[in-house]
């Protein structure tokens, strides 16, 4: 696998984290304000399936997501739409995979930063007659940026470094599914260790800058606290 590989690699990681980040903004702000809001009694049972992933080992997952994609699952009936047989091993399943595996990434960072804010500027919305949309969207949003900022970026690395479950649902095809951390377990089974080691080390290097950052702004927030 030359360097033409690696920077296909790279681009559909780039490509796939991306397209999860953003989808999980949209998908993860109302979720986050119902867990933080809601008092109905399955509350404790969505928030327990959104956090799934986290405890789950990445291959279960990824068997499970792998039967739903397939021919005979959800994602069979979505992609006959376009003519095509299954999700599975395609780039758009990797998407539907990422996007349940990085979940609870962007749900937990975005519901606690609701939880801090507190009740009182939803009242404050709600005796000025405010809906609970605009209440969302116009006060605790704004202020929950910081939940917003580190669920993007916890978001976004968790999905470069997938492995298990793309592996188990996209497969190993070169352009299409192979994405970085597929590429260093085939580099390590071509006993090709200059190459792996040179990827392993970017992602060792990514992960580092990740976790600083994540790290600076709860510094930041403590400090406008203070």
């Known amino acids: 696998m030359g360097d033409d590989a690696i920077w296909t690699a790279t681009w559909l990681t780039l490509r796939l984290a991306t397209i999860v980040t953003l989808l999980l903004v949209v998908i993860a702000t109302p979720l986050a304000f119902w867990l933080w809001r809601s008092r109905s009694r399955w509350k404790v049972v969505v928030g327990a399936i959104v956090a799934l ?12 997501l792998l039967i739903a994609l397939g021919p005979f699952g959800p994602g069979g009936a979505l992609a006959s739409l376009w003519g095509a047989r299954t999700l599975a091993f395609s780039f758009e399943g990797l998407v539907l995979g990422s996007v349940v595996y990085s979940l609870p990434f962007m749900v937990q960072p975005i519901r606690t930063a609701l939880e801090e804010i507190g009740n009182d500027p939803v009242e404050v919305a709600a005796t000025l007659g405010a809906s609970p949309f605009q209440t969302m969207w116009r006060v605790c949003l704004p202020l929950a940026r910081r939940g917003y900022l580190s669920g993007a970026i916890l978001t976004f690395a968790h999905t470069i470094g997938e492995f298990g479950v793309v592996l188990m649902i996209g497969g190993n095809i070169p352009g299409k599914t192979k994405l970085l951390s597929v ?3 085939d580099y390590v089974e071509r006993l090709e260790w200059d190459k792996a080691h040179w990827l392993a080390a970017s992602m060792v290097l990514f992960a580092f800058v990740v976790i600083a950052a994540t790290l600076a702004i709860d510094r930041r927030t403590e400090k406008r606290r203070a």
């Not at 992933?53 to 499970?64: D, M, Q, R, S």
């Open 183 to 185: 590429s260093i377990y």
């Open 53 to 64: 992933p986290l405890v789950l080992p990445p291959t279960v997952l990824g068997f499970y």
